[in-house]
């Protein structure tokens, strides 16, 4: 049976349209059903690329038993995490509470007003290590309902009434200071993992904002330990598994200390913010792996992920067909021996397999290895290498592609236009930052369009009916301010204060506290408020790092006193939790720096530009312009004139200005940190 699913854009949603389950999106018919039938609410979250989602949905919602079962007793609402992300969050918060454990997919029981009262994750179709089964679940809960409805009732208020009782006023008095960054700097090098890199144990995620926030302090600082943290990581995850060594770009985590092993899903979240952190270590050190990695990142972002509308799609799944056509996690990027040898002969398939660490036990799953450089430094043809990995990525191209979660996340889009805008500046590759402009194009085209709003998602085109999110608005800033940097083009800098009055506007509260959804969002059971950086930025640091740019760009008290309220919380929980605030860490730097601001009176994409551009001074904004109307796009560039008939540069901090320059090397000395 077809359901209402077919109606919508998410990708997940529609995976999911022909089961037997009568699902509903959520809204509110979906809660006015169960109330008129007198029944509870089966919520199901998850995300289109999520292995054990297709799992569950496979033995459980594509089962007509179960499912005639379901539609009798419930009313089933599935939601895309993605498209969701406040539905998401609120229940999983409960989850978590509950459990001590969350995940996807998301299992959760409610009453018709939407209050959870019983909640798991993936629940198999057979009992098996301790957990019940899908249907034991099920007949449990109904039974609850029919036979135990007070109990049930007074268990939903008492996890409603705990989980409102949870808001964050503002996370602590002032903004960070010295304190609190050196307790978060030791705290990261107690976790740190010296013999793999990277920071605890398995399995282990890319930690991309806590690598920026290491980068900017030891720009500032001059801290070694933070800087080679911070390389020794990057360097670990390019030769690991993580990184797919053929066609560039990482997968979600590595499931081993090691980086050897990936969930293979590919998000463009992590390659975005991986790209420009590799780009960020290259403008640090030079080094010219880094540079290679970010160049890879961002042509895999580019090949595999754009859309043909110019947006980035979300994610590529873990899984495709293996050569039985069985769908198998990883099935498109594992080799074995005996393939390299028929893709490459024998002499290059020996070589390949010395080179890529491929054995005959395998590294992965039935004799099969992920491809990984090995630790050893030796002497290497370089040429050689290049032959075999053009060779091996064309027969994997011939394999059949993993899935691809094509909606448009506003949020991500904005991490990945920053990337591709920066990294194209750094290493001249003009088509990047075409690339980046035409997505912040699709961004206000698509998901500004009519209603001055921003859009959660899009597909094909078409914006979605959900709201964004503090996320979105913080990271589409943050794209938007990157690009204006790279372009000279003052119009990214109006949209950005665009999305961040709205901030200002409606998603502020008292004391500076921030909120993840709108004052006039949808009210939901409690109001989510993460200011965690886990995956991505949470919005709470994503939104003050934009608006302390924006004020560096135009002066704007509003914005900067805004930036520096919500970076409360970053003193609050620094020395706490420094791997899950890393982009706050990054923020802070950049208020501790000034951050400074470079105007530089003369030609975009002149020598004085990319001096400015390549200046790792934490958080320094760049504007660049020549001729009377520069002024007009750039507050920055009003009353800096050109010197002596010469390009000019103009670097201030704390309402502090050096005297202008002409020399670029000048420049980059007063911008080296």
Not at 657 to 667: F, H, I, W
Request: charged share 25%; aromatic share 8%.
């Amino acid at each position: 049976m077809a359901n209402r699913l077919t109606q919508t854009t998410s990708p997940y949603l529609l995976q999911h349209a022909d089961n037997p389950v009568d699902w509903w999106p959520w809204s509110p018919g979906a809660f006015e059903e169960a109330r008129r039938r007198n029944v509870p609410v089966l919520l199901s979250v998850g995300y289109a690329s999520c292995h054990w989602c297709h799992v569950m949905a496979h033995e459980s919602f594509e089962d007509e038993t179960v499912a005639a079962y379901l539609n009798e007793r419930f009313v089933a609402v599935k939601v895309d995490r993605e498209e969701r992300p406040d539905v998401d969050a609120v229940y999983m918060e409960a989850v978590q509470a509950a459990t001590g454990h969350g995940g996807w997919p998301m299992t959760v029981f409610l009453t018709p007003d939407a209050e959870p009262f019983y909640f798991g994750t993936y629940f198999p179709p057979e009992p098996r290590h301790g957990s019940p089964s899908f249907q034991q679940v099920l007949e449990g809960v109904s039974a609850a309902w029919t036979d135990r409805r007070e109990e049930v009732a007074e268990v939903a208020g008492r996890i409603v009434a705990d989980l409102a009782g949870r808001s964050l006023a503002h996370g602590g008095e002032g903004v960070p200071g010295e304190a609190e960054i050196a307790q978060a700097l030791l705290g990261l090098t107690r976790e740190y993992d010296e013999q793999h890199g990277g920071f605890g144990g398995a399995p282990k995620f890319p930690p991309s904002m806590a690598v920026e926030f290491l980068l900017r302090h030891y720009a500032r600082t001059g801290s070694e330990g933070a800087l080679q943290m911070a390389a020794d990581t990057c360097s670990a995850m390019a030769r690991g598994g993580i990184y797919d060594q053929l066609g560039g770009g990482f997968a979600r985590y590595s499931v081993d200390r090691e980086w050897v092993v990936p969930h293979f899903e590919k998000m463009l979240y992590d390659n975005a913010l991986l790209c420009r952190v590799y780009a960020h270590l290259w403008r640090t050190t030079g080094s010219a792996e880094a540079r290679r990695i970010a160049l890879e990142t961002a042509d895999f972002m580019v090949r595999e992920l754009r859309t043909a509308e110019g947006g980035f799609a979300s994610a590529l799944d873990a899984d495709s067909e293996d050569a039985d056509g069985k769908h198998v996690e990883g099935a498109f990027y594992v080799w074995t021996p005996e393939q390299l040898r028929a893709v490459l002969g024998e002499e290059d398939g020996a070589f390949a397999a010395a080179y890529f660490g491929v054995t005959e036990e395998g590294t992965f799953e039935e004799g099969a290895s992920v491809l990984q450089l090995s630790g050893e430094a030796r002497p290497v043809d370089a040429g050689r290498v290049a032959d075999v990995r053009a060779r091996l990525l064309a027969a994997r191209e011939e394999r059949p592609r993993p899935g691809r979660d094509d909606k448009v996340v506003a949020a991500w889009n904005g991490l990945a236009i920053a990337a591709l805008a920066e990294t194209g500046a750094y290493f001249d590759r003009p088509d990047l930052v075409e690339r980046a402009t035409e997505a912040a194009d699709l961004l206000v085209r698509v998901h500004l369009g009519e209603v001055a709003r921003l859009t959660r998602t899009s597909r094909d085109g078409r914006a979605g009916t959900n709201a964004g999110v503090l996320e979105d608005y913080g990271d589409v800033a943050e794209g938007f301010l990157a690009l204006a940097a790279v372009t000279g083009e003052g119009a990214w800098l109006e949209f950005a204060g665009f999305l961040l009055d709205i901030v200002l506007e409606q998603f502020t509260g008292e004391g500076g506290q921030l909120y993840d959804t709108a004052h006039d969002a949808e009210k939901l059971i409690r109001r989510p408020q993460d200011p965690t950086d886990s995956a991505t930025p949470a919005g709470w640091t994503a939104a003050a790092g934009a608006l302390l740019s924006y004020a560096a760009y135009t002066g704007s008290e509003a914005h900067r006193t805004a930036a520096e309220g919500a970076l409360g919380v970053v003193k609050a929980l620094a020395p706490r939790a420094p791997r899950f605030i890393g982009w706050g860490l990054a923020v802070a730097e950049a208020l501790l720096d000034g951050p400074r601001e470079v105007a530089v009176a003369g030609p975009v994409g002149g020598e004085l530009h990319r001096t400015a551009l390549l200046g790792r001074a934490p958080g320094a904004v760049v504007a660049a312009g020549e001729g009377p109307g520069a002024g007009a796009e750039f507050p920055l560039l009003v009353g800096r004139p050109l010197v002596g008939g010469e390009p000019t540069a103009y670097v201030c901090r704390h309402f502090v200005c050096d005297a202008p320059t002409t020399d670029a090397g000048e420049l980059a000395g007063k911008l080296g940190g």
